[in-house]
């Protein structure tokens, strides 16, 4: 194990029936008003809203409430949510919903203690060291958000989708109930399982030390969401699998399968992003696309890690057979797995290569995240 260190102070509250004790974890920490923040109305028609106000009523916890966030989160939504939290003095955001929902609470909370433009955050003008408490209840895994610091946001004008993170942007308390995400589509199911492979590759497949005890963990994460991910897809009650699925899903960025290793990277969070700003495409839809076309690129820089994927997760002998094996597995739970059926034009290739290559000068990545590297992972995916 090379030398780390270690912090996540996020408390999670795992199992049944535990949203409703949202106003007692909220009160804990002295607060009086807080802004719920969701995406679709269905939160009210399933009654987990007003589960939810029942709780913050007992405890005499005054709330504001904003609707409306969408899959891929965008900017005008956060300053909504940053001028009615400082205009209603609210003292802490709450998440219902899934990683849209949280990376806007987590972004709302940031903007809504800064006195300047809170897009600074994301193009590293300013640090969110200070934000309003943030508290959460998954309706779906995928992301980790529950516990982690991240949140991606797209600006709508310009399409930059861009992320911030902070000491202060990790949840206080978040509510995991896998009874909640019973109602998640097979579609975004299937979007999620690529979700958290990408949290898990990125990390795996870069690292330039890996220690066993960390290789094991991420493979176990892998080999969990396969295997829970066919029983969902069959039954969607099932919650021991769904169970398993969320936490392992928590467990693949909160930040345990990045302790001791080295020289890791996030390439396909990178390019991916720009993909589903331009196109809308759902996050891990569009991962499932990318992941294994950047694998065809990165598999000669570390070989001995691919042949190892292949053979801890699907028994085969080689890089390539691995990498088909995956591109299978994604099509065989319904996630697509080119540029086509994504529905992503060949002609706006160039176009996001050159964007991407723009923002990779912002971050200092421009030798690593060259056009040529880019071209290829895109050629790849057609």
Known sequence: MKDFSFYNPTRIEFGKGKEENIGQYIAEYGLKKVLIVYGTDRVKKSGLFDKVVKSLNDKGIAYEELGGVISNPVLSKVYEGVELAKSAKVEAVLGIGGASVLDSSKSIAAGAVYEGDVWDFFTFKAVPDKALKIFSIMTLAASGSEMNNYAVVTKEDDKAKLNLAGLATFPTVSVINPELQATVTKEYL???????????????????????????????????????????????????????????????????????????????????????????????????????????????????????????IFNLDTADEGIEALKNWYTKIGAPVTLKEGNIPEEGVAMMVEKLSDIAQMMGAGALYSKEMLSTVFENAR
């Open 190 to 312: 299937a979007y999620s399982a690529a979700d958290i492979f990408a949290h898990s590759l990125d990390m795996y497949l870069t690292a330039t030390y890996l220690p066993e005890y960390v290789a094991g963990y991420v493979e176990n994460i892998l080999k969990t969401v396969m295997r829970t991910t066919e029983i969902l897809l069959e039954d969607a009650d099932n919650y021991e699998a769904r169970g398993e699925f969320a936490w392992a899903a928590t467990n693949a960025l909160n930040f345990t399968t990045f302790c001791g290793i080295e020289n890791n990277r996030f390439d396909t969070h990178f390019i991916e992003h720009t993909m589903s700003a331009e196109y809308n495409i759902a996050h891990g839809a569009g991962l499932s696309i990318v992941v294994p076309a950047w694998m065809k690129w990165q598999k000669n820089l570390l070989p001995e890690r691919f042949k190892r994927f292949a053979k801890e």
